[in-house]
């Protein structure tokens, strides 16, 4: 193993030709020879620089559509040969080996064919093999050898170069070998994630996680973690893929919670109007439609606008002027929206703590996807609680039904129901959460914790009554007891959903047609750990 490897020979294949022609000139105009194959050789000698095919290495032309060119003792022996292995240098002098001192490979672009919705065969053909094992080898012998899979790299490739005389420092390479190990591997996660959904398999022996560094982060949940946020290349709209137009760097937390409220407000389809979530901790503290989106805001504002201070808000329509300017009154983390209007982000340009996102559109909560949880020695994988209510799949069991007002706001209090820590507890009214109660260990805690909620937000704003008053509630799991349903009914709820399915149900049932409460059942549940 050497300390500096001066570079002779440079093998390139690429699929993307990103900053190809550049890397090629650089290199050439240091001397170094050029090998390369099929695509890339053609675009290399359109910039008329002289390179070497691959077959005159191998001494085989490319075949089988060109599956075959560099699965080859040629190839593979001057990426793996030792150069201080005496024994490896005379094999390479016996056989015309010649050592290859830089591999630029980038593979087949399988993840961008897939999210295409290629077909099987179309998603197969683009599994790249001669680059992956050219990639490993390279990198397994980076004590002699450089190997770039990223056009990110030739910059400071070149710069390596021009420090050190034409050459790469040992330490360089160890970068480089670890970077090219981790895109193989989540090239092949890519693959054996594809195939298990290709093939049926629902619970595959092996799982395989992999991402791309978007950012370091400062620190993690706590200043004394250390954190760094990744994408996993899915086509998902979310925080992950959108453009940051304002604001310092995003937090750990900031991203957690701004995922949480953007998941929330894309329940509400743009075409059905305006709606806000305001979200802190990862639970929502207010949520409501409105006919503007100013008007969205200011109710979700004020289900909880202690909690609404330094919070994170979502919007599933475009940033407008008027709903930046109301937002801009109180300290607000992170705003998130799909677009914003240019007087909008001038509103905003004057908080610089404030981080403005802008999103593609909105996350389809029917998606197909897996949710990930790690536990010591392991983790835990799910479906995404893609579950839906339809009102006609609503089963009334008490002696009154809901009216059409009340099932409109029980059917908008399950969706916020659904985002909520449990044990989750949500009063609405009008299509405005009025109270919420998260994360509690019993049911009729959070049922209180609610409707005290509500109690200070009547207080703090004038109010003669809460505005539980008249509202609906919603639970995310069952009432184990009629207390909780009873609490729900002290403060003023008048019709409730919940999945049903306790041994307590009658019990239940007969409380709220003593109380003269509405109350559906949805045969599902929610729970959110």
């Known amino acids: ?295 969205a805001y200011g109710r979700a504002f004020d289900c909880d606008r202690t909690s609404a201070f330094g919070g994170i808000i979502a919007l599933n329509q475009r940033l407008d002027v008027a709903t930046a300017e109301a937002i801009a009154g109180i300290f607000t983390e992170v705003v998130i929206a799909p677009g914003a209007d240019d007087a909008a982000i001038e509103v905003f340009a004057a908080k610089k703590n404030l981080r403005l996102l802008t999103t593609a559109g909105l996350a389809n909560p029917a998606a197909p996807g897996l949710a990930f949880r790690q536990v010591a020695g392991g983790f835990l994988v799910q479906d995404r609680d893609k579950g839906r209510l339809r009102r006609d799949a609503l089963r009334v069991v008490t002696k009154r039904a809901p009216s059409e007002a009340e099932l409109d706001d029980l059917l908008f209090a399950w969706t916020v129901a659904k985002h909520v820590k449990s044990n989750a507890i949500v009063y609405a009214r009008d299509a405005a959460t009025v109270g919420i109660g998260a994360g509690q260990m019993s049911r009729v805690d959070s049922t209180r914790i609610a409707a005290r909620k509500a109690q200070d937000m009547a207080e703090a704003l004038g109010l003669p009554a809460p505005l539980t008053q008249g509202s609906v509630v919603a639970s995310d799991a069952f009432f184990p007891f009629a207390d909780g349903l009873m609490t729900a009914a002290e403060a003023g709820a008048t019709a409730v959903i919940q999945p049903g399915g306790s041994v307590r149900d009658e019990e239940v049932i007969a409380a709220a047609d003593a109380a003269g409460i509405a109350m559906v059942f949805t045969g599902m549940r929610h729970f959110r750990h």
């Open 1 to 295: 193993m050497s300390d500096t490897v001066p570079l002779r020979r440079a093998l390139i294949s690429v699929s993307d030709k990103t900053g190809l022609t550049d890397l090629g000139r650089a290199l050439a105009a240091r001397g170094v020879e050029l090998v390369s194959t099929g695509g890339t050789a053609a675009a290399l000698r359109e910039e008329r620089l002289e390179v070497r095919d691959v077959a005159d290495l191998t001494g085989f032309p490319e075949m089988m559509d060109g599956r075959v060119k560099t699965l080859h003792p040629a190839v593979h022996g001057g990426l793996l040969a030792l150069r201080d292995n005496g024994a490896h240098v005379a094999a390479m002098q016996a056989h015309g080996i010649a050592p290859i001192d830089l591999l630029v490979v980038n593979l087949y672009p399988f993840e961008a064919t897939i999210a295409a919705g290629a077909d099987e065969a179309t998603a197969i053909e683009n599994i790249d093999i001669g680059g992956p094992a050219m990639l490993r080898a390279a990198a397994k012998n980076h004590g002699f050898v450089a190997v770039v899979t990223d056009p990110e790299d030739y910059a400071p490739l070149l710069a390596e170069m021009e420090a050190n005389g034409g050459a790469t420092t040992l330490a360089f390479r160890r970068g480089l070998a670890q970077a090219t190990y981790a895109r193989t591997a989540a090239y092949d996660a890519a693959v054996s994630t594809w195939m298990a959904g290709a093939f049926g398999q629902a619970v595959p022996r092996r799982r395989t996680l992999a991402g791309r560094l978007a950012q370091p982060l400062r620190y993690g949940e706590n200043p004394h973690q250390a954190a760094a946020f990744y994408r996993d290349g899915s086509d998902r709209p979310g925080v992950a893929s959108a453009v940051q137009q304002q604001g310092k760097e995003l937090s750990y937390n900031n991203i957690n919670d701004t995922d949480a409220a953007f998941e929330l407000v894309s329940e509400f389809l743009p075409a059905d109007g305006p709606a806000c979530v305001i979200v802190k901790h990862a639970n929502p503290c207010g949520v409501a439609r409105g006919a503007t989106l100013a008007e």
